[in-house]
């Protein structure tokens, strides 16, 4: 079987990334070509969310007993709440021959590309034009004060993970950042196919 190229995009809080992968996968080209993963995790639903479409909402020690069983490609712990990657999406991508798509915090997406040998990583870090404009927005979360204050200082840690990317992408607007993510993977998986993989 082909291994899969699989496509991380991490960012701060309040940059837009799960916005800007949802408008890709609007696609019918890029719903053709790859898969996206859905992340697990111990988190409570915010308004609006829906179990197996935004997350995969699972209780801590369900979620523990499945880390020791091996089910996850990778997980962190950001701030009070765990996360992580089921591996069945990647053995789909690699069984139907497609690129795979993960929206993981930076944490996830360095240690993937360290120790995912069985494939190519390819890895875009989304952000806002400016600092404040990701505290605006996470301001405006439905979340109290503490947890915005832990987020805001959070995204603030994460920016400093941009230069280790591949790829860094704007959200100035989302209809040009998403046109600039969707070349991003049509170009990747372009030069796979005609190059086997090399960049």
Not at 172 to 194: D, G, H, Q, V, Y
Request: proline share 3%; net charge positive; aromatic share 10%.
């Amino acid at each position: 079987m082909v291994k899969p190229k699989v496509f991380v995009f991490s960012g701060p809080g309040g940059a837009g990334k799960t916005t800007l992968v949802e408008r890709l996968f609007n696609k019918k080209k890029v719903r053709a070509n790859f898969i996206k993963s859905i992340s697990a995790t111990t988190r409570g639903k915010r308004p609006g969310e829906a179990d197996g479409k935004d997350y995969l909402f699972l209780a801590k020690t369900d979620f523990l007993k499945k880390k020791k069983a091996g089910y996850f490609l990778e997980t962190e712990k950001v701030l009070e709440n765990h996360y992580g990657t089921p591996r069945f999406f990647w053995e789909r991508a690699q069984k139907e021959g497609k690129g795979l798509v993960l929206c993981i915090d930076v944490k996830g997406g360095m240690y993937l590309k360290k120790t995912l040998k069985q494939s190519k990583i390819v890895t875009v870090f989304i952000t806002a034009p400016r600092e404040k404009d990701l505290f605006k927005r996470l301001n405006k979360r439905a979340e109290n004060k503490k947890v915005i204050a832990e987020r805001i200082a959070l995204a603030q840690t994460e920016l400093e993970y941009a230069g280790k990317y591949d790829y860094v992408v704007v959200n100035r607007a989302i209809k040009a950042a998403a046109a600039e993510i969707e070349s991003i993977l049509l170009n990747e998986i372009n030069m796979k196919k005609t190059q086997g993989g090399a960049r």
